[in-house]
């Protein structure tokens, strides 16, 4: 692949021109192909797509498009809109304003094109052109239409792009398919959907288009793909290509066929060993393949493979036997093959799970291609790694094709993604009925047994049952206060023993100057009690240590259970037990200071 890729669509389905509203396919078209180009698994281009554009907004896109490349570079233009010859024969691209009888003013001339393609200093350039075309007037365009031929390839190839850079235009059909007569469209011919992007998405996107079985699309392999397609779907329909390229151009990845690596053939020792005519040496040659075939070194391995398929072709029953046990060890066996994921909520994290690749290396070096939008896999040391979106709603089930040098698996996944809010308890069965409500009936086909229950008569109204989702909610009442009410109680507890520390401390204070005032009569210890400093103290050694356990519940809480509060509640929660802690901590420390020099000072002053 070269350095940088870029793709430029543009498609054209809406006209202002009452007799151009012939084209049912482009903006199908332009989505699925940006699919494609896009995806880093087949295409890997940055796409552009522009639709429904003026002339102007039209050449303006193209000339950008081809501008400040580098050699490095493969550009990639995509048209998918009206084509229309001029009475002198030049090609126009129909922009959502073109007039027929101005071409030149109102549509994007294929000189302009052409000459863009040649100034740009891009390595290389395809154009593919998905036009229906037709001639602008019918008067005087007996000579554009005697053919019936638009010749498209004339108006790319006259000028060869500058510096030897290469260039391809392949084109869906050069037949003339309808002609203007008095502004209005002839109808020699009914409008028909893309068969030809259809074509390049489906042989890009299954790599079928890969016909060779290289590992890559290249522009020659699609359009022998996209040329045998179109023809069996429209044998009226015939595409053409011209190129002026140096070497192969890759379009895009394969996901086609197994794994391709470049072998390292066996020893000529070992080749030699399995045309001896002794039957040992030759077992103990197609031993020594079997150990080759579970070296971790790819190359060496293949090699062996080969050669081992060669053995279980051609030799005799219990060295073919032996050569073909060996090779059913290198067989994709991932591990689980079935994922489901149960019940998603929708717009979540997307959830994944781990796929283990077993057997030995040549067993694990696989390629993986989901087969639906919403599943991604990324590989991991020992296998995959598989990812669901959880964008849209609804029952998912898809597969992951595997593909390796010799097999092909597949995984199988499972998924249901719902509402944002169904995130409680399941819902009950709506066919099974209950004590007030009665069963709703199930589809008619699936009834099998009716079953007849006498009538109730209730000697008083009954209160309705409890479901599991009223359950849940009556024992987490109230569900979303819980954490909050308990740090704010934490708070409450640690601003009640600050407080009480600070009377602790004036009370003690005046209790040491009523010491000193006493002189050698006095005694602190009596003197802290009488002017109660010892009460505050306790109260404040008990609520600090509430008010710390008391926030640790409410953190648990929260913890155990974040489901059942807002993000609000849980900052406010956070916040509240982080201040009560900050509080409770200090304060703790300081009062069981002041214990200890009460206990210590007391008896000697």
């Given at each position: 692949?070269?350095?940088?890729?870029?793709?430029l669509?543009?498609?054209?389905?809406?006209?202002?021109?009452?007799?151009?509203?012939?084209?049912?396919?482009?903006?199908?078209?332009?989505?699925?192909?940006?699919?494609?180009?896009?995806?880093?698994?087949?295409?890997?281009?940055?796409?552009?797509?522009?639709?429904?554009?003026?002339?102007?907004?039209?050449?303006?896109?193209?000339?950008?498009?081809?501008?400040?490349?580098?050699?490095?570079?493969?550009?990639?233009?995509?048209?998918?809109?009206?084509?229309?010859?001029?009475?002198?024969?030049e090609?126009?691209?129909?922009?959502?304003?073109?007039?027929?009888?101005?071409?030149?003013?109102?549509?994007?001339?294929?000189?302009?094109?052409?000459?863009?393609?040649?100034?740009?200093?891009?390595?290389?350039?395809?154009?593919?052109?998905?036009?229906?075309?037709?001639?602008?007037?019918?008067?005087?365009?007996?000579?554009?239409?005697?053919?019936?031929?638009?010749?498209?390839?004339?108006?790319?190839?006259?000028?060869e792009?500058?510096?030897?850079?290469?260039?391809?235009?392949?084109?869906?059909?050069?037949?003339?398919?309808?002609?203007?007569?008095?502004?209005?469209?002839?109808?020699?011919?009914?409008?028909r959907?893309?068969?030809?992007t259809h074509?390049?998405?489906?042989?890009?996107?299954?790599?079928?288009?890969?016909?060779?079985?290289?590992?890559?699309?290249?522009?020659?392999?699609?359009?022998?793909?996209?040329?045998?397609?179109?023809?069996?779907?429209?044998?009226?329909?015939?595409?053409?290509?011209?190129?002026?390229?140096?070497?192969?151009?890759?379009?895009?990845?394969?996901?086609?066929?197994?794994?391709?690596?470049?072998?390292?053939?066996?020893?000529?020792?070992?080749?030699?060993?399995?045309?001896?005519?002794?039957?040992?040496?030759?077992?103990?040659?197609?031993?020594?393949?079997?150990?080759?075939?579970?070296?971790?070194?790819?190359?060496?391995?293949?090699?062996?493979?080969?050669?081992?398929?060669?053995?279980?072709?051609?030799?005799?029953?219990?060295?073919?036997?032996?050569?073909?046990?060996?090779?059913?060890?290198?067989?994709?066996?991932?591990?689980?093959?079935?994922?489901?994921?149960?019940?998603?909520?929708?717009?979540?994290?997307?959830?994944?799970?781990?796929?283990?690749?077993?057997?030995?290396?040549?067993?694990?070096?696989?390629?993986?291609?989901?087969?639906?939008?919403w599943?991604?896999?990324?590989?991991?040391?020992?296998?995959?790694?598989?990812?669901?979106?959880?964008?849209?709603?609804?029952?998912?089930?898809?597969?992951?094709?595997?593909?390796?040098?010799?097999?092909?698996?597949?995984?199988?996944?499972?998924?249901?993604?719902?509402?944002?809010?169904?995130?409680?308890?399941?819902?009950?069965?709506?066919?099974?009925?209950?004590?007030?409500?009665?069963?709703?009936?199930?589809?008619?086909?699936?009834?099998?047994?009716?079953?007849?229950?006498?009538?109730r008569?209730?000697?008083?109204?009954?209160?309705?049952?409890?479901?599991?989702?009223?359950?849940?909610?009556?024992?987490?009442?109230?569900?979303?206060?819980?954490?909050?009410?308990?740090?704010?109680?934490?708070?409450?507890?640690?601003?009640?023993?600050?407080?009480?520390?600070?009377?602790?401390?004036?009370?003690?204070?005046?209790?040491?100057?009523?010491?000193?005032?006493?002189?050698?009569?006095?005694?602190?210890?009596?003197?802290?009690?009488?002017?109660?400093?010892?009460t505050?103290?306790?109260?404040?050694?008990i609520?600090?240590?509430?008010?710390?356990?008391?926030?640790?519940?409410?953190?648990?809480?929260?913890?155990?259970?974040?489901?059942?509060?807002?993000?609000q509640?849980?900052?406010?929660?956070?916040?509240?037990?982080?201040?009560?802690?900050?509080l409770?901590?200090?304060?703790?420390?300081?009062?069981?200071?002041?214990?200890?020099?009460?206990?210590?000072?007391?008896?000697?002053?």
């Amino acid at each position: 692949m070269t350095d940088s890729r870029h793709a430029l669509i543009i498609a054209n389905d809406r006209y202002a021109d009452q007799g151009l509203k012939k084209l049912k396919a482009p903006a199908q078209d332009a989505a699925a192909l940006e699919r494609v180009l896009r995806d880093p698994q087949i295409g890997d281009f940055e796409v552009e797509v522009v639709q429904n554009a003026s002339a102007d907004l039209m050449r303006r896109r193209i000339q950008r498009f081809f501008n400040d490349r580098r050699r490095a570079d493969t550009l990639l233009l995509h048209f998918s809109c009206h084509g229309l010859k001029s009475e002198s024969g030049e090609l126009y691209f129909a922009a959502s304003d073109t007039e027929p009888p101005l071409l030149a003013a109102t549509a994007v001339a294929s000189q302009f094109v052409r000459g863009c393609m040649s100034g740009t200093r891009a390595g290389r350039s395809v154009l593919f052109l998905d036009c229906c075309y037709g001639g602008a007037f019918s008067r005087g365009s007996a000579s554009v239409r005697a053919s019936g031929e638009v010749n498209v390839l004339e108006s790319f190839a006259k000028d060869e792009p500058a510096g030897g850079r290469g260039w391809a235009v392949i084109t869906a059909s050069d037949s003339m398919e309808y002609s203007f007569e008095d502004h209005e469209l002839t109808e020699n011919s009914a409008p028909r959907p893309s068969v030809f992007t259809h074509a390049v998405v489906e042989g890009l996107e299954t790599g079928e288009a890969d016909l060779d079985a290289d590992g890559n699309v290249s522009l020659d392999d699609l359009y022998e793909y996209v040329y045998r397609h179109v023809r069996e779907q429209n044998p009226h329909q015939t595409p053409k290509k011209a190129a002026e390229l140096q070497g192969e151009l890759h379009l895009a990845h394969s996901r086609r066929g197994g794994i391709k690596i470049v072998a390292i053939p066996s020893p000529s020792a070992l080749r030699a060993a399995l045309q001896s005519d002794d039957f040992l040496t030759r077992q103990g040659a197609v031993t020594e393949l079997c150990h080759r075939l579970r070296r971790p070194e790819l190359p060496v391995a293949e090699g062996a493979r080969q050669h081992l398929g060669e053995v279980a072709h051609d030799e005799v029953q219990p060295l073919a036997d032996l050569a073909a046990g060996a090779l059913s060890e290198i067989r994709l066996a991932p591990s689980p093959d079935r994922l489901d994921f149960g019940r998603i909520p929708r717009g979540s994290t997307p959830p994944k799970q781990s796929v283990t690749m077993q057997g030995p290396a040549l067993a694990r070096h696989c390629v993986a291609q989901p087969k639906q939008p919403w599943l991604r896999v990324d590989p991991t040391r020992n296998g995959l790694e598989v990812h669901v979106d959880t964008t849209a709603t609804g029952h998912l089930s898809g597969d992951i094709a595997l593909k390796g040098v010799a097999d092909e698996s597949v995984i199988h996944v499972e998924a249901e993604v719902t509402p944002a809010d169904e995130d409680g308890p399941t819902k009950p069965d709506p066919h099974v009925s209950n004590d007030s409500t009665p069963p709703k009936p199930r589809p008619r086909d699936t009834q099998r047994t009716v079953v007849i229950e006498p009538p109730r008569i209730p000697s008083k109204p009954k209160e309705p049952p409890r479901t599991t989702e009223d359950r849940e909610r009556t024992d987490r009442t109230p569900p979303s206060r819980r954490a909050p009410a308990l740090a704010g109680a934490a708070l409450a507890l640690a601003v009640t023993a600050l407080a009480m520390l600070f009377m602790t401390i004036q009370r003690g204070v005046v209790a040491v100057v009523a010491r000193a005032d006493a002189g050698v009569n006095g005694n602190v210890e009596d003197n802290i009690r009488e002017y109660g400093a010892l009460t505050p103290l306790i109260v404040c050694l008990i609520t600090g240590a509430a008010a710390l356990v008391v926030g640790a519940f409410a953190r648990h809480d929260l913890g155990a259970r974040p489901a059942h509060y807002t993000k609000q509640a849980a900052s406010g929660t956070q916040t509240l037990t982080s201040v009560a802690k900050g509080l409770a901590i200090p304060t703790l420390v300081l009062a069981v200071l002041a214990g200890i020099a009460y206990l210590v000072g007391s008896a000697h002053w």
